[in-house]
């Protein structure tokens, strides 16, 4: 696959501006095959220096800045299968010296047909120039653009839904700059390590570098620069207030909000029901995916900012808001998860050995050591219910086997969650429902399931558009049953926040699921002073989501309190970790595969992490792919080492080729006669 770029020829005016801004040199013009004006009054010919049309002649890496910067714009961006045809470079676009003839000054004199090496930007020096977002194909101006930012943000930033810069600290892992990478994956994300190890990665998701061959392994890379590179300082305070708040729950959006909240200068008090701190992350992964020292290490950071931690301390049972507000807490945030276990709801499912996932790995986890044996069955295909499974395994059963009502790709879980339970030797059956739990002297014995089929499309399509769950397709039963042998069954299909912490006439609204009502963009509630966020109000979502939420919610408790207008702003002058500009890029635009960390030790005795991470060459290499997206937009002089495309834009395609991993198909075997190369 790859990008191809596409120019409708009958809107084009030639300026040649496409060309002079792509910053890997992808784009060339077309010289002219008969005189224009360019050459003067009297008899003339073609000027070979001068421009007639654009082409590509080179790997487009979808930066999409000639996209933004067409006058007319007449671009698109199109992802080909199979190989882009490229056409060759058009020629030499050295010129000789412009002379002026009774006055009249040659077009060549100024247009901008040179390429990058030779001027830095499209109009010289008459200002700087700097590529800006444009949402929209119709924003062709940046004032039609609402609150645009000084320069695009690569892809990989945009879909974080922490906001990280994950190319800034994957070119510095590039460049060997591991305290540095450490410092900017954590500016936005107190928990970069946590991530580092089980983030759900949206970043690779919307990845570029994945349209050529495969995503950058950004999440491996982030573990490997919080275990390569010690985190420098934070700055003193540069304000110390006196306005006290209180965050109910020590998760990550609890916890993230108290890291932001004391690094503005607040006194910050955390209240945790459980005996320990990170709400799901400790009490809900298991030790063997995300090791205790890492998440505690991250906890103590936060709590060394001055954060006040009151462990097994649950609201409705030891206090309640009036108690917070009587203490003289000025705000309150309420990040309480949604840690509720939602039942089968199936004939049978009160029985002893129908157990909530996430009761049995909090027990697990607070080292119980809950003990299984027989034939277990999960029920679920999300990251909670691949966790029980190979938490059961751990805990003694002698089969277990995953149930799930919909298709393999259907399922929740990440692909290496999957194939790593399927390692462990679980077993994966999909297209199963339980209809009923079956029962004998007061014990499962027994899942009774319906099975499942793809509904038919037109079917699906009316569904889907109803289901809230649109990304997954649907399902419907076959009318046939199947039975399956259990002597537990571990439910895990789906958890809601549980509102039974908020007493009557707290002035806080629930809705029909039982999350809690708050304003999207303010987080806060129907109760002045009062903020929710996180799992609390969404539902079950991600770690990176949660910290997004709590860091949402520092900033609108800090504009509440201080009357700031922008408490975003203000957090990210007191954790921006700022770093040198790039005056130079060199990018390998070469196909070549993602590189992969050993796989895990299989050790199903034991709950110690085997996953390993990246070594310093394989970081290196790594992070050596990356398309920089984040710095091609703004760096003067960026180069290519290796793709397809030429080497140097000063000199014919055959002159300096680059070396070419890509297999391209001979001018015999296939030739495009629009551009005069293969395709």
């Not at 190989?83 to 009249?104: C, E, F, N």
């Not at 977002?133 to 039609?144: A, D, G, I, L, N």
């Not at 916890?255 to 008090?269: C, E, K, N, Q």
């Not at 809705?511 to 002073?529: C, E, F, N, Q």
Request: proline residues 9%; hydrophobic residues 40%; charged residues 20%.
């Amino acid at each position: 696959m790859g990008y191809r770029i596409e120019i409708d020829q009958r809107g084009c005016i030639t300026c040649g501006v496409c060309m002079d801004v792509c910053p890997v040199e992808a784009l060339d013009m077309t010289r002219p095959t008969l005189p224009g004006v360019e050459t003067g009054p009297g008899p003339g010919a073609p000027l070979p220096w001068m421009m007639e049309r654009p082409l590509q002649v080179g790997e487009c890496i979808g930066c999409g800045i000639c996209i933004r910067e067409c006058p007319p714009n007449v671009m698109s961006l199109i992802t080909a299968e199979g190989i882009v045809p490229l056409a060759p470079r058009q020629g030499p676009i050295d010129r000789p010296a412009a002379a002026t003839v009774d006055g009249w000054i040659p077009l060549s004199r100024v247009t901008k047909e040179a390429l990058k090496p030779v001027h830095d930007s499209p109009w010289g020096n008459l200002f700087r120039w700097q590529t800006r977002s444009r949402p929209k194909p119709w924003q062709v101006w940046t004032t039609m653009v609402d609150e645009p930012p000084a320069i695009p943000i690569a892809p990989c930033q945009e879909a974080c839904p922490a906001g990280t810069d994950a190319g800034r600290y994957v070119g510095l892992i590039g460049a060997g700059k591991y305290a540095e990478a450490h410092a900017v994956a954590a500016e936005v994300n107190p928990f970069p390590s946590v991530c580092g190890w089980i983030c759900t990665a949206p970043c690779e998701v919307q990845c570029r570098r994945g349209v050529l061959d495969e995503p950058i392994a950004i999440r491996t890379l982030k573990r490997f620069a919080v275990e390569h590179g010690t985190l420098p300082p934070l700055a003193p305070l540069a304000t110390h207030r006196t306005e006290r708040v209180a965050i109910v729950g020590g998760g990550p959006a609890g916890m993230s909000a108290a890291f932001y909240l004391a690094r503005l200068g607040y006194p910050v008090t955390v209240l945790e029901a459980m005996p320990v701190s990170g709400g799901m992350m400790a009490i809900g992964i298991p030790e063997y995916r995300l090791p205790r020292e890492v998440l505690q290490a991250e906890i103590q950071r936060i709590l060394d900012q001055g954060v006040e931690l009151r462990l097994d301390t649950a609201m409705g049972r030891d206090f309640n808001l009036p108690d917070l507000e009587r203490e003289g807490f000025r705000a309150i945030f309420l990040a309480t998860g949604a840690s509720k276990s939602r039942r089968l709801g199936v004939p049978g499912d009160e029985l002893r050995g129908v157990i909530p996932a996430t009761r049995f790995l909090k027990e697990v986890n607070l080292g119980e050591e809950p003990r299984l044996s027989g034939d277990v069955i999960v029920v679920g295909g999300g990251s909670t219910a691949m966790d029980a499974a190979r938490s059961a395994v751990r805990s003694g059963a002698a089969t277990v086997t995953i149930v799930y009502r919909r298709g393999r790709a259907d399922m929740p879980a990440q692909h290496e969650e999957i194939a790593a339970a399927e390692r462990e030797g679980i077993t994966i059956l999909d297209g199963l429902a339980p209809s009923e739990v079956v029962g004998r002297d007061g014990a499962v014995v027994a899942v009774r399931c319906q099975t499942m089929r793809p509904a038919p499309a037109a079917d699906a399509a009316a569904a889907t558009s109803r289901a809230s769950t649109a990304a997954r397709s649907t399902w419907e039963p076959t009318g046939e049953a199947r039975e399956l042998p259990a002597s537990a069954i571990l439910v895990a299909i789906g958890e809601e926040p549980d509102p039974s912490i908020l007493p009557e006439g707290a002035g806080i609204e629930v809705s029909g699921w039982a999350g809690i009502v708050a304003d999207p963009k303010t987080l806060a509630t129907g109760r002045a002073g009062i903020f929710a966020g996180g799992d609390v109000v969404s539902g079950p979502r991600t770690i990176i989501e949660a910290v997004a939420a709590g860091r949402r919610a520092a900033a609108s408790i800090h504009e509440y309190l201080a009357g700031v207008t922008d408490g975003e702003a203000a957090i990210f002058k007191a954790v921006r970790y700022a770093t040198a500009p790039e005056s130079t890029l060199t990018l390998d635009i070469s196909v070549r595969p993602r590189v992969h960390a050993q796989l895990p030790v299989v050790d199903i005795g034991s709950f110690r992490a085997t996953e390993a991470g990246f070594t310093p060459a394989d970081a290196h290499l790594e992070a050596s792919r990356c398309f920089r997206c984040d710095a091609v937009y703004g760096c003067p002089s960026v180069s290519v080492l290796q793709g397809r495309g030429p080497a140097d834009s000063r000199t014919n395609a055959d002159a300096n080729p680059i070396p070419n991993p890509i297999p391209v198909p001979t001018a015999e075997s296939a030739v495009d006669p629009a551009l005069g190369g293969v395709q």
